[in-house]
């Protein structure tokens, strides 16, 4: 949704992520072309050198979710996955018959683990009545923070592990985008009002006073972005997408980095000034 990708550049990269330590990847059933290229790079012994997750979209009923699994192994070419996880909350499928057919795959050794994604703490604790998860995986960044009241609390509780998806806010966190910029038709952002007028410009005056706060750390703005969203005790991983392995070393870059509390102070008064719930 946010440009095309060639498959032998998406197994190059994925496999030079692996090589340099990444260690967790996450695909989908609804990213198109992405389970098929994560096969073809996850042969030559890379599948035993990462932690596979994948995701059941769109249509949560037990068959549903029994078919996509055998549709993701297929694509993914392997036996098992290490986290199989509900891509999103959707009121149409009872959500105890969802995650008891989870729970089902669980046992029959189709995944290792299961988990659930852009579940709020409420959602998240009708989940665990049926079934106990790992994980959750929300939308949470420098511009969206509506996790931090509750949810990160909960998971704190309830030993959730967070894999964090849109820490860059959809590259509005990179920096490489000014007022003005045309998106191409087919890439999502061209429709976002966070990407246009007068919000757009008050995102990018916010991130150009945030990459001082990183220039000063020696670290870029995207630099500072992962890592400010790594400082929480529930987050257990970043997930960040990369189009080329000279993408990814950037983002490494973020990994170890710890702010001070003057640092973290500096940052929420120049978040005090952004648009709200990007």
Request: hydrophobic share 40%; glycine share 8%.
């Amino acid at each position: 949704a946010m440009g095309h990708v060639e498959e032998q550049a998406a197994i190059t990269t994925t496999r030079a992520a692996i090589d340099a330590g990444v260690t967790l990847v996450d695909t989908a059933q609804s990213y198109l072309a992405s389970q098929g290229f994560l096969g073809k790079a996850l042969q030559d012994g890379y599948r035993e050198r990462c932690f596979l997750c994948t995701k059941v979209s769109n249509d949560f009923s037990p068959q549903a979710i029994y078919a996509a699994m055998e549709e993701s192994l297929r694509m993914l070419q392997v036996d098992c996955v290490d986290l199989y996880q509900i891509h999103s909350w959707n009121p149409a499928y009872p959500i105890d018959e969802s995650m008891e057919a989870m729970a089902r795959l669980q046992e029959q050794g189709k995944t290792r683990y299961i988990g659930v994604s852009n579940f709020n703490a409420e959602r998240m604790a009708q989940a665990g009545e049926t079934a106990h998860f790992n994980s959750n995986q929300p939308r949470y960044n420098l511009l969206d923070r509506r996790i931090e009241a509750e949810d990160l609390p909960y998971c704190e509780q309830h030993g959730i592990g967070n894999l964090i998806h849109s820490p860059l806010g959809q590259g509005l966190l990179t920096g490489r985008y000014r007022p003005g910029h045309q998106f191409a038709a087919s890439d999502r952002r061209a429709q976002s009002s966070s990407f246009q007028g007068e919000a757009f410009e008050r995102i990018v005056a916010t991130t150009d006073r945030l990459r001082e706060v990183a220039a000063n750390r020696g670290l870029s703005l995207i630099q500072l972005a992962i890592s400010w969203v790594l400082r929480q005790q529930a987050v257990s991983c970043v997930l960040v997408g990369a189009k080329s392995p000279e993408q990814f070393h950037e983002h490494l870059g973020a990994v170890g980095v710890e702010f001070t509390e003057e640092e973290l102070t500096r940052i929420e008064t120049i978040l005090e000034d952004a648009p709200a719930g990007v």
